[in-house]
């Protein structure tokens, strides 16, 4: 199963992570683009742990809302999602997204899939045919009943107005034949599934939201549109279309083989599956309520585990407070702005450093251009220029050579570098990146600090301390080169520099951190390359 441990020398346990699939009806935004990077440096990591990693992101071409986007471009849905598809894909690229695969609900692999879990549910008696009344948003692609529409208009002192409970947008008002599938009777199964696997839903603020959900019970839900023709056709009643989410959720399936006839793709699935999802909060209902139904319905195994992030909000710096980020307030940051301050990587380190990634965070350029000089310029960046020019300096455009037993020397840098592949592990299995990266920063301050006590500048006047200066440097070495391993997975090119720098090139992208991670490997007496500022200082106002 897929959370075994890789063991040295055995397969290696495959972790397959997913990104929700975006809807195509806009751009990629900022939210979309930290959801992504999200996942992208858990799959980096867990590569780099030694696992087989499948990582998918992808979008979501079906329902209302993307046909609705296309029709006000006068374009057919599929030509409207053909051409969003580079804005996506160039900037996953530009970012430095490694998704292994990206799925498209419009791919014939995706028809497939959903075909065969409809037929399977339906043999299993959990579809049945009745006709849905009701409301339904289409900018949330959800259902909502009379009930739950009238209780939020009073309570926002809108009655009689039919907005949607949760964006505020008007409703649609829905009558049609449909097919609805048995999600009452998965209320128990449920419960169980949480109460047994605890951290199935994370963090805990989420999966105590999902748990009452689940408590105040469940309604069969709609799962087929008679009224539209934007979606996959069911296989067994002509002018059914899938419900989108029905249809969006089941991609995770798909890129797995299910459904599919190719050879091998039975056993693809019994490798990859279940997977770790990456979700935002907003759409924690559908992934841990609606989705493990659906699989308990097919009789398949549900999903590993699925991590919900939160919204990024835009720091008023006036107030203090993080608003809604919206075009229509005027107050949304576009990828684009922060690649031109911060550049890919700092961009990937900001994001991933100084948000809480389980809670909501308010983001601001003033903040973003504090981080970058604060940890990037003058800590990471200043401990390479400095250690690499003293070597260069001092042994020749080398690293220095070191005495036989010089890694069991005692030193401060070493002392902050003892165990610290288990602590950023642990930070970072469950997905507490600012944890796992303040690890790695008290180790490049010990570094910085140890510069300035140990004054290697004093040491190479006098010649009788020679050893003790090929000591200094070379334990500042050491200590960049496992620095650049831990930073890895949020900044793999630049760690990919550093470690070229070191003369330790063939060490990029290893898959056994831990083993990578062991003080005393940095390479003797081989040339190092001073090289440019990684992280050339911004100008703040
Ligand atoms: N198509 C569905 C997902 C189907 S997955 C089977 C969908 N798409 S979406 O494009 O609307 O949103 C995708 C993700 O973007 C969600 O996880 C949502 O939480 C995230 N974000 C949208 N705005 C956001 C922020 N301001 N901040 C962080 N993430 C946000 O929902």
């Not at 006000?72 to 160039?90: G, K």
């Not at 900001?350 to 308010?362: R, T």
Request: hydrophobic residues 40%; charged residues 25%.
């Amino acid at each position: 199963m897929s959370d075994s441990k890789p063991v040295a020398g055995a397969e290696k346990p495959s972790y397959y992570i997913t990104t929700p699939i975006y809807y195509v009806n806009a751009a990629p935004h900022l939210g979309t683009a930290y959801c992504t990077i999200l996942a992208d440096v858990q799959a980096r990591y867990r590569r780099a742990m030694g696992y087989d990693v499948k990582f998918l992101t992808g979008l979501d071409e079906h329902g209302e809302k993307v046909a609705t986007a296309a029709a006000d471009h006068d374009m057919t849905p599929q030509a409207w999602c053909d051409s969003l598809v580079p804005a996506y894909t160039d900037l996953w690229r530009e970012l430095e997204i490694s998704n292994d695969d990206f799925i498209r609900t419009t791919q014939p692999r995706q028809t497939k899939a959903v075909q065969r879990l409809f037929e399977v549910i339906k043999d299993n008696g959990y579809l049945y045919k009745g006709a849905y009344d009701g409301w339904y948003c289409i900018h949330e692609e959800t259902y909502f009943t009379e009930t739950q529409v009238r209780h939020a208009d009073e309570a926002r002192g809108t009655q009689g107005q039919h907005l949607c409970p949760d964006c505020g947008r008007p409703l649609e008002r829905v009558q049609e034949e449909s097919w609805f599938f048995k999600l009452s009777e998965f209320q128990e199964p449920l419960l169980k599934l949480y109460r047994e696997n605890p951290h199935f839903v994370e963090p805990e603020i989420r999966r105590n939201e999902v748990v009452s959900f689940v408590e105040g019970g469940l309604k069969d839900l709609s799962v087929s549109r008679t009224s539209f023709t934007w979606g996959i056709p069911l296989p067994f009643d002509e002018g059914h279309v899938t419900y989108v989410w029905f249809d969006a959720l089941i991609n995770y399936l798909t890129a797995v083989g299910y459904g599919q006839d190719e050879p091998g793709s039975a056993e693809e699935l019994a490798r990859r599956w279940p997977a770790q999802h990456i979700v935002g909060k907003d759409i924690i209902r559908f992934h841990c309520v609606i989705w493990p139904a659906m699989l308990m319905a097919a009789g398949l195994e549900v999903p590993k585990g699925v991590f919900s992030h939160g919204f990024l909000m835009v720091r008023n710096e006036q107030t203090g407070q993080g608003e809604k980020m919206s075009k229509s307030r005027g107050n949304a940051i576009a990828p684009r702005e922060v690649l031109d301050l911060l550049g890919v990587e700092g961009y990937r380190y900001y994001f991933m450093a100084d948000v809480a990634h389980g809670q909501d965070s308010a983001v601001s350029f003033a903040r973003m251009e504090q981080v970058y000089n604060t940890d990037l310029a003058n800590s990471w960046g200043n401990l390479v220029s400095r250690t690499l020019n003293m070597s260069s300096k001092y042994f020749d455009g080398r690293s220095p050579e070191l005495p036989e037993g010089w890694e069991t020397r005692e030193s401060p840098v070493r002392a902050a570098a003892e165990g610290i592949c288990e602590r950023y592990a642990a930070c970072m299995d469950a997905f507490d990146y600012q944890g796992g990266l303040a690890q790695v920063m008290d180790l490049v301050h010990a570094a910085n600090h140890y510069i300035e006590e140990a004054e290697p500048w004093a040491l190479a006047k006098d010649p009788a301390r020679a050893d003790d200066l090929a000591f200094v440097i070379g334990t500042l070495l050491e200590a960049i080169r496992i620095v650049a391993h831990l930073l890895e997975p949020v900044m793999p090119t630049t760690s990919a520099e550093v470690l070229c720098r070191l003369g330790a090139a063939d060490e990029a992208g290893c898959d056994d951190l831990a083993a990578a991670c062991a003080w005393g490997g940095v390479p003797q007496g081989v040339p190092v390359t001073k090289g440019e500022a990684l992280f050339p200082r911004l100008a703040t106002e």
